[in-house]
């Protein structure tokens, strides 16, 4: 199916561990992010991403890493779990990188650290 | 830097009612500005857009227009339903490769 499908929709793990977010996106967009969204907060962006091999840090992106090896795929790493990365977790991509084109959200990963 | 600024939520309306969701906005350059939609347990949408002084964005029975001279982008809609109770999220976009900056979201519940 075409757009943008994030995995897992759910995830729970403890303090400490790796854990790794996908983001598969079919329309070829250039530009691809990674928002959390927490209450008091809206959305906030940790990565982006202007094309493969291409990534720059966005608000807030301690204690996370991004990679994109290919076009369609910008994977979420966090490389030893903290409590206060609990969060809801977005994907979006995006055709170019102008003032009025919108972006394109996945349906979000519920991540639980525990 | 950029910023966006919603009224605080819950906002409970009862069905037909008239909804106002206030939006202003601070920019460097000339922003578009969009409104997202977040149904239960579902990704943002986009609602309307509007891309310079004085556009109206418009659908699904939702208003907002671009007030360049208040830096605002309020969303209306004169008679809500039960279906759209949802989490509704402002957001500006600057042109130079800026990323999307989104308001804190206002969650609207609309009731019977």
């Known amino acids: 199916d075409a757009g943008i499908t994030q995995s897992p929709r759910y995830k729970i793990t403890e303090t400490g561990r790796q854990v790794t977010l996908m983001c598969h996106q079919t329309?070829?967009?250039?530009?691809m992010f990674w928002y959390r969204q927490d209450l008091g907060h809206g959305l906030r962006l940790i990565y982006y991403s202007a094309a493969a091999d291409i990534t720059d840090k966005g608000e807030v992106p301690d204690g996370y890493v991004v990679s994109r090896s290919k076009t369609e795929n910008f994977p979420l790493t966090l490389e030893s779990a903290t409590r206060s990365q609990t969060s809801v977790y977005f994907c979006?991509?995006?055709?170019?990188?102008?003032?009025?084109?919108?972006?394109?959200f996945g349906q979000g990963t519920r991540l639980t650290v525990v | 830097g950029d910023s966006v600024t919603q009224m605080e939520g819950p906002v409970t309306l009862s069905e037909e009612a008239f909804l106002t969701i206030n939006c202003t906005y601070t920019?460097?350059?000339?922003?578009?500005l969009f409104w997202y939609v977040q149904y239960p347990g579902e990704g943002l949408q986009l609602l309307l857009k509007a891309t310079k002084a004085d556009d109206k964005g418009s659908n699904k029975g939702f208003e907002a227009t671009y007030r360049k001279e208040t830096t605002s982008f309020h969303l209306e809609k004169g008679s809500v339903q039960v279906s759209d109770s949802a989490v509704y999220f402002c957001?500006?976009?600057?042109?130079?490769?800026?990323?999307?900056?989104f308001g804190t979201g206002t969650q609207l519940k609309v009731e019977l």
């Open positions: 920019a460097t350059g000339y922003p578009s």
């Open positions: 979006a991509s995006s055709a170019f990188m102008v003032r009025e084109v919108e972006a394109f």
């Open positions: 957001a500006l976009r600057t042109g130079g490769g800026n990323k999307l900056t």
């Open positions: 329309w070829s967009h250039s530009y």
